[in-house]
T-cell receptor, first 113, second 114 residues
């Protein structure tokens, strides 16, 4: 079956620190992989995605590389800001159509000045 | 830009009461979804719809019903609320042309069942 495992939070970092949030997946085929972000009081928003092995998704200084050999899609940012404080969800989608998006449990990030 | 709008934002129910959550989207999306978000469990799909007049069960459909009478609206009903349904509920929509790769979410409804 399909599943996504994220590192447990919460994660607290100082401003300008390096961020890594680990995500690994299990899938029967060749999924697309995503990171969604949820800012306080809001719904989830797509942050970045990668649709095939070795692809790198990037947005707002965040990056994640689709690693088929390790079934991973870790989220990284070189220098976090207070405004990056949010909950981050890793997700996968294995086929077209509806009802195919599987989310991880989310990792809460707090960045302190 | 309204996007996906959920009402109400907060609600407190007593066990056994009923209520309906309304989701409206103005992006002409075919697909709409209802998720619940619980601590340590991420998002779980309750029901979804691939078009007006059609609905289907997701991962955790028990205790909920849905209707999609109009393309822009997707209603989630609780006929007899239970404390286990205390959760944050999110509606989302997407376009088939995006192959379900980008969902647009509402800001959520916090429901407490006492």
């Amino acid at each position: 079956g399909n599943s996504v495992t994220q590192m447990e939070g919460p994660v607290t970092l100082s401003e300008e620190a390096f961020l890594t949030i680990n995500c690994t997946y299990t899938a029967t085929g060749y999924p697309s992989l995503f990171w969604y972000v949820q800012y306080p009081g809001e719904g989830l928003q797509l942050l970045l995605k990668a649709t095939k092995a070795d692809d790198k998704g990037s947005n707002k200084g965040f990056e994640a590389t689709y690693r088929k050999e390790t079934t991973s899609f870790h989220l990284e940012k070189g220098s976090v800001q207070v405004s990056d404080s949010a909950v981050y969800f890793c997700a996968l989608s294995e086929k077209d159509g509806a009802n195919n998006l599987f989310f991880g449990t989310g990792t809460r990030l707090t960045v302190i000045p | 830009n309204a996007g996906v709008t959920q009402t109400p934002k907060f609600r407190v129910l007593k066990t056994g009461q009923s209520m309906t959550l309304l989701c409206a989207q103005d992006m002409n999306h075919e697909y709409m979804y209802w998720y619940r978000q619980d601590p340590g469990m991420g998002l779980r799909l309750i029901h979804y719809s691939v078009g007006e007049g059609t609905t289907a069960k997701g991962e955790v459909p028990d205790g909920y019903n849905v209707s999609r009478l109009k393309k822009q609206n997707f209603l989630l009903g609780l006929e007899s609320a239970a404390p286990s349904q205390t959760s944050v509920y999110f509606c989302a929509s997407s376009s088939p042309t995006a192959q379900n790769e980008k969902l647009f979410f509402g800001s959520g409804t916090q429901l407490s069942v006492l």
